[in-house]
Nanobody, 122 residues
Framework: QVQLVESGGGLVQAGGSLRLSCAAS????????MGWFRHAPWKERAFVAA????????SYADSVKGRFTISRDNAKNTVYLQMNSLKPEDTAVYYC???????????????WGQGTQVTVSS
């Protein structure tokens, strides 16, 4: 069973930074690729970033490329999302997700956290 718990969300001014964490309760964390998705009001859930099991491969949505960085620490069973130069349009609930292969498609992920709210004020 995989349990994911996100943390690090909050309220920040435009141009600021936040770092989200997702702690995984799973026996073999390295078996799972990880992804970050976000869900803003009145919008569909959207892909943000993904990282392979070893961390050697990453991918990003065009809207966050150059501003967000996904990373993982397999010794700590944790994946991170460093978010810089935040914009009001980044406001959303952010979710981490796990599956056994990298994907940008939310429906492909079997395991999800409860989400953490990120609000960026203008």
């Amino acid at each position: 069973q995989v349990q994911l718990v996100e943390s690090g969300g909050g309220l920040v001014q435009a141009g600021g930074s936040l770092r989200l964490s997702c702690a995984a309760s799973v026996r073999i964390f390295i078996n799972y690729a990880m992804g970050w998705f976000r869900h803003a009001p009145w919008k569909e859930r959207a892909f943000v970033a993904a990282i392979s099991r070893t961390g050697l491969s990453t991918s990003y949505a065009d809207s966050v490329k150059g501003r967000f960085t996904i990373s993982r620490d397999n010794a700590k069973n944790t994946v991170y999302l460093q978010m810089n130069s935040l914009k009001p349009e980044d406001t959303a609930v952010y979710y981490c997700a796990a599956r056994q292969g990298v994907s940008k498609i939310a429906d492909n992920y079997e395991h999800w956290g409860q989400g953490t709210q990120v609000t960026v004020s203008s």
